[in-house]
């Protein structure tokens, strides 16, 4: 009777502190990985319908299409970018996880919050500095 009055149901202490930061990291290595091979099957996507890549390759230019290929181009190349810079995220976490750096922010020195990880694994700032930084 006494235990029904407990407020607490969550299973927060089923898991044990020695060994939830060894599980955690192998997930987030485990994320990572993943995630490193879908921003590469999506670039590779990218490339393969990128007219302009298929153009050189192909050399059947069509008078009246360049333009909208320099769009498509364009728009591929800003989004190739942008994965290529959540890859290098990713290989930067990959390498801290590694050499046991994984974790620490890089401006201040703190561990990152570990819920910040879980949504973002390839996090090298903690909310706070992270925060700052989006302000400036
Ligand atoms: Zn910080």
């Not at 994320?31 to 007219?51: G, N």
């Not at 320099?70 to 591929?76: Q, Y």
Request: net charge positive.
């Amino acid at each position: 009777m006494s235990k029904l009055t407990q407020k607490s149901s969550k299973p927060k202490a089923i898991l044990k502190k020695s060994n939830n930061n060894r599980f955690t990291l192998t997930r987030i290595r485990e994320v990572l990985l993943h995630q490193q091979r879908k921003v590469e099957s999506e670039i590779k996507d990218l490339e393969k319908d990128d007219p302009v890549l298929m153009n050189a390759l192909a050399e059947s230019s069509e008078p009246g299409t360049d333009s909208w290929m320099a769009d498509v181009h364009t728009r591929a190349v800003a989004a190739k970018a942008s994965l290529r810079h959540m890859l290098e995220g990713i290989s930067k976490a990959l390498q801290n996880l590694k050499t046991g750096k994984y974790g620490k922010c890089e401006r201040c020195g703190k561990a990152i919050e570990k819920q910040r990880l879980e949504v973002m694994p390839a996090a090298t700032l903690c909310i706070t500095c992270s925060k700052k930084t989006s302000k400036k």
